[in-house]
């Protein structure tokens, strides 16, 4: 089993940064492809991004190319999301999951574990 914390959501204009980290703690992190989805008010979940076990391969939704990156580092048990040219579209709970010998699933089913989420809003 794995433990999911997200920090460094936060208000910001429009055009800005943010960057999202999610620690995981308990079974080995390397083992499990990591993702990033998010939920608007009244919308459902959506993915994001996905990370596979070594980094190699990332996968991302057409709306954040080019603006977002996930990246992992393995030797902090740690995934992130750097989010640059954000957008008020963008503002929603932001959950990071994992999926234990996974590749880096565009389906948040695929995923067994998920952090409690952390909230990004952006301001127009």
């Known amino acids: 089993q794995v433990q999911l914390v997200e920090s460094g959501g936060g208000l910001v204009q429009a055009g800005g940064s943010l960057r999202l980290s999610c620690a995981a703690s308990g079974r080995t992190f390397s083992q499990y492809a990591m993702g990033w989805f998010r939920q608007g008010s009244g919308k459902e979940r959506e993915f994001v991004a996905a990370?596979?076990?070594?980094?190699?391969?990332?996968y991302y939704v057409d709306s954040v190319l080019g603006r977002f990156t996930i990246s992992r580092d393995n030797a902090k048990n740690t995934v992130y999301l750097q989010m640059n040219s954000l957008k008020p579209e963008d503002t929603a709970v932001y959950y990071c999951a994992a999926d234990l010998w996974g590749s880096g699933a565009k389906t948040p089913h695929a995923y067994e574990y998920w952090g409690q989420g952390t909230q990004v809003t952006v301001s127009s």
């Open positions: 990370i596979n076990w070594n980094g190699e391969s990332t």
